[in-house]
């Protein structure tokens, strides 16, 4: 079993990570990122959004098990986070929850 919350530190500390819903749209629109993951609480036309333009962009969507407040601490972030997209990796493996949740 894979420690979110410490994959999630690795990858925005070796690799790339954008945080926030219109960064990670902005980025979905690209095509960059290779994984999002979104808040189980995020709202329904957000999460709608995202899915919508994540499909177009053959991008699997893992769903955090906590609140947009426990993604934000899991991020070491002061604040809540509805959606980040994972551009790089880095030394994390925060890509295998696309494959475990597949």
């Known amino acids: 079993m894979i420690d979110i919350s410490r994959e999630l530190q690795v990858a925005i500390n070796t690799g790339k990570v954008v945080i926030g819903f219109e960064e990670t749209k902005k980025a979905l629109l690209t095509g960059a990122p290779k994984l999002i993951i979104l808040a189980a609480n995020a709202p329904k036309w957000a999460r709608d959004d995202i899915e919508y333009y994540a499909k177009l962009a053959g991008v699997p969507i893992f769903v955090f098990p906590g609140s947009s407040i426990e993604l ?3 991020a070491k972030r002061p604040h809540k986070i509805m959606a980040l997209a994972v551009i790089d990796a880095g ?3 925060i890509l295998k929850l696309a494959e475990q949740h597949a």
């Open 72 to 74: 934000g601490a899991a």
């Open 91 to 93: 030394q994390s493996e």
